[in-house]
């Protein structure tokens, strides 16, 4: 059994040494290879690939250290230089070649750093445009919101006169003073004179108006009273023997210095004014919508109306 296992096993065998392949290769491979060799070398090889090409040999030219048989290291030797030094005296100068920077377009030295230029002045002159606009912009919104709380404003000017008006009115009827329909403007509150100035101009407007429809007629001749000899002559000359625009005889007087002062105020003041004299005089207050028992009106937050927000 011992000597079984001492004998070699040859159905096992490897020969590491036995060729992997043909020791000589055939006309047939011979002509594939040589077919595939001129192949590559007439195929054009694309710009991307001799551009990797260029870079490869640059960055492998760069890496290589100058041989002691250059001339320009021969050149520096005798000055001195050594392989491994710093070009200079200083100890951290520089010790490798400046990086090669390729130009790639057909623009001439310093194009580029005037393209910068004027990119920088572009970018400038873009955000000098944006801030502006954005100022513009912040004083529109400022100049509208202004707009929105005049309006607001004169529109509670207008309730605030109308209920002093009317809370004026009832004190008046239950004290059994009530005032006359046709009262005199300048009797009349300059608080709320404006409203009453208004009226009077509207009727007149409406009555100026109905007497301009009716002046055609108005124009006509009309018979002449028997008595007075001197119509004829105004019948024939087609004069009215009765006036007619009487409205402008009481035209409204244009001055009014009191009311004047008082409109010139800005809204928000003669809007306060009228707050004001609605809690001293009827303990009312126009925001909170109720007129109170008592002057200290106790539980209203305030004159304004933000102080009710």
């Not at 230029?117 to 970018?123: D, N, V």
């Not at 429809?213 to 119509?231: F, I, K, M, Q, V």
Request: glycine residues 6%; aromatic residues 6%.
């Amino acid at each position: 059994m011992s000597q079984s296992d001492e004998e070699d096993d040859y159905m096992n065998m490897v020969f590491e040494d036995a060729p992997k392949g043909p020791k000589f290769e055939t006309s047939l491979q011979r002509a594939a290879r040589k077919r595939k060799e001129g192949e590559a070398r007439a195929r054009q090889k694309t710009k991307a690939e001799k551009e990797a090409e260029a870079e490869a040999a640059r960055e492998e030219a760069l890496a290589t250290a100058l041989p002691e048989t250059n001339k320009g290291f021969k050149m520096m030797a005798k000055f001195g230089f050594k392989q491994g030094d710093t070009l200079g005296k200083s100890e951290d100068a520089r010790k490798v070649p400046i990086a090669v920077d390729i130009k790639a377009d057909k623009g001439g030295v310093g194009l580029e750093s005037e393209k910068k230029r004027k990119f920088r002045e572009q970018w400038a002159e873009a955000e000098r445009l944006a801030k502006r606009s954005k100022e513009e912009e912040g004083d529109y919104l400022e100049v509208r919101r202004q707009e929105q709380k005049e309006k607001k404003a004169e529109r509670d000017l207008d309730n605030a006169q109308r209920t002093a008006e009317r809370l004026s009115e009832k004190a008046a009827e239950d004290k059994g003073t009530s005032e006359p329909g046709n009262k005199p403007l300048e009797d009349i509150n300059v608080l709320w004179r404006t409203r009453a100035r208004r009226r009077v101009e509207v009727q007149q407007d409406k009555q100026q108006r109905r007497e301009l429809n009716n002046s055609l007629a108005s124009r006509l001749p009309t018979l002449a009273d028997e008595g007075d000899t001197d119509n004829d002559t105004k019948v024939a000359l087609g004069e009215d023997l009765r006036p007619f625009y009487t409205t402008l005889e009481n035209d409204l007087e244009a001055e009014d210095p009191e009311l004047a002062e008082f409109e010139a105020l800005p809204v928000t003041e003669r809007l306060q004014k009228v707050l004001l004299y609605l809690r001293e005089e009827f303990r009312y207050c126009l925001y909170c919508g109720y007129q109170y028992p008592d002057a200290e009106l106790e539980g209203c937050p305030g004159v304004t109306e933000e102080d009710h927000d």
